[in-house]
């Protein structure tokens, strides 16, 4: 038998009996779709060169759903410890690693399911909306539906399962859902906060790559590319030496720690 | 010793509670830390423009900031003015026969500045184009004034001393309605009235300028200020300033009282002399000046404004800009506030809890207490240590910070502690509802930061950020505003340039409503759900 063919059974299983896992990948995908739809409602482009990117414009609502995704891949890790379970699942399968493999494996595969359905919906709803608010060719948008936006599409996936996989990371450190969470989302939200009150450009900028949220987001930029911190799949390469880090010195713990 | 069942002893039993938990300790002690240690990095990570050039740090380098008066605040005190010196009590009289003005309808400045410096303006006033008559604590920069005014759509008013604004009769004036003004002075008092004929008169206000010297200068004036297109896109906005220029004719100038020396004129492109910048001579300010018209009056041009100057990006730092790492203090007393409800009921405390004190109610407010009272405590200490300590790393870094007045800044570090506090409450009552500690936490992380991010930096436009600021739990960051958007200047008053809709009190009172409706859910359930 493979242990990680076992592993991920298990772990399949326990995911998918949880009630929670189902009511958080809808709020994932409400979330994203409701935020991008008011977005893509609300934002208009009133003459050339405004200035407005339409993916980051009709995606803005990765931004909320991330922080449901963060939530779903915390209690996946973090309920074990709470509950005790985790003695059991390390007596049944003595290898740690492989168990966090398995998880962070079965947590990004419901979190790409999830960021599919809701990135692609997004999607359709800016592409429906956006023409009529000002992007259109008149206004230098050609056409919305080019290679560029589906790159930002499929990176904004990419970005959610990233996020998924620091979250599994930073509760396998802290062992507790509550302040995984917070600590997640304040890795995620205070960075941008903190951006602001730099007003070095040279630092601002590297806050801005630093960051996991704003480096990862880069992905989705379609216009003026060369005019952000970072290259798109140099952003999201940033979100996924965070992602990678956490996650590997989160197992480097499980190894050392009692559990 | 109070008794067993009474509040007072469940309050100690819930602070026992907390400060016998190592983590929630550490997790309180890490709210004050973030507070302070994140507020730093701003100015740490920041640098003065004139600090740098081309990449060579120079030391000769002092920031004055922007020109203020004597309290502190940044004001402009721009005008062409035509006067003489009052000594003693006494009045000036006038009557603004016509108004008109020029400015940039696309914004920005002249296209070809060799050529006529009006090219390319369009007649018309701005809302807050000024021409009226003025009694000034000399000319010098700043010094205190009182003025009676025209303005171009906001009706006569009376102002001094740059913040104060009255409103008087909302008319507008022309040659076709003229408009008799008058300022009266005795002693420190001065007193505004606007007339239809030059014979009833209505007071529209008084000011109280202490200090006032014998010596003042009397007269008329004419000013207009910027006219400017914001232009939204991502991350902010661009905003294309250019001058304009407002021309008040008077005549029927009188004055009484001792009035000594002629009339002091500012010839035509005197300003722009002064001025020496280069382009100066061939812009707008060119053509600023005064001319004598019929009948002992005077035309007269300007260009700029007198009243309050709002912050402007680049120039120096926001006092608020001090307490940026309040958002990290936020996170960790949240965490520690959803964590005292979930931890008991994950370990089963909450039977012990609720067995000695069966009026759940009360349990559910002796926790509220002890977490907002410390929180609070934690709050107040990091926001008062956070406020001097970034000022003072600011001023070595010789930045200029932006003035705000004591209560302000009281305000400012008082409502900080209250935000934390009334956060606190608020995760405490949604951890009781859902009983899940991450749930919980994210909840509340997403509904007061994650709008505060949408709305002062994303794409959604003003309207959606106003909106947002006004209506979700992160209406509370109003509470450490100090810039005041000014009704009588026009600018660009939206979240993203840190201006709330919604007043300082106000904003947090509306974290206080979602805080009280939280918990009176979690108080009901509470009492209604078995543990």
Known sequence: ?259 | MPGRDSFLYLVRAEWTKLRTVRGWVVGLALAAILTVGLGMLGPLGSQIACDHVNGAAISACHVTGPPHDATGQEVDDESTFVHRTLTGDGSITARLTAFGGKYFPSGGGPADPTADPTAGMADGLQPWSKAGILVKNGTTFGSAYAAVLATGTHGVRMQYDYTHDTAGPAVTVGSATPRWLRLTRAGDTLTGYDSADGTTWTEIGTARLTNLPRNVEVGVFATSPDFAVVKNSFGGSATNTGPSLATGTFDQIAVTGQSSGAWTVPAIGSAAAGDGGPGAARGPEAVAGAVPSAGGGFTVTGTGDIAPSVPDEGQGKTPESALAGTFGGLIAVIVVAALTMTSEYRRGLIRVSLAASPRRGRLLAAKAVVLGGVSFVVGLAAAAIAVPGVRAVEHSKRMYVYYASTQAEIRMVIGTAALLAVSAVFALAVATIVRRGAAAVAAVIVVIILPYLLAVASVLPAGAAEWLARVTPAAAFAVQQTVIAWPQVRASYTPTNGFYPLSPWLGLAVLCLYAAAAYAVAHRQLRRRDV
């Open chain 1, 1 to 259: 038998m493979n242990p990680f063919r076992d592993a991920l059974h298990a772990e399949w299983t326990k995911l998918r009996t949880v009630a929670g896992t189902a009511w958080l990948l809808a709020t994932t995908f409400l979330l994203t779709v409701g935020l991008s739809a008011v977005s893509a409602a609300t934002v208009t482009c009133d003459g050339t060169r405004c200035g407005e990117d339409p993916a980051k414009v009709g995606l803005l609502g990765v931004m909320a759903g991330q922080a449901v995704v963060a939530v779903l891949a915390v209690l996946a890790v973090g309920e074990e410890y709470g509950t005790g379970m985790i003695r059991v699942t390390f007596a049944a399968m003595p290898r740690r690693e492989v168990v966090l493999a398995a998880k962070a494996t079965v947590v990004a595969a419901v979190t790409a399911a999830a960021g599919v359905l809701a990135v692609l919906a997004s999607a359709l709803v800016a592409l429906a909306l956006l023409p009529g608010h000002g992007f259109t060719p008149a206004n230098g948008y050609a056409d919305l539906a080019t290679a560029a936006t589906l790159r930002a599409a499929a990176g904004s996936v990419l970005y959610l399962v990233l996020i998924a996989l620091l979250g599994v990371g930073v509760t396998t450190l802290l062992r507790d859902s509550a302040a995984a969470v917070g600590a997640v989302l304040g890795l995620l939200y205070l960075f941008p906060v903190l951006a602001q009150v730099i007003s070095n450009p040279d630092w601002h900028r590297h806050a801005l790559q630093l960051a996991p949220m704003q480096a990862g987001l880069d992905v989705q930029a379609t216009i003026d590319v060369a005019g952000q911190p970072l290259s798109p799949w140099q952003g999201l390469g940033v979100l996924a030496l965070w992602a990678f880090g956490v996650l590997g010195l989160g197992g480097l713990t499980l190894r050392m720690r009692d559990a």
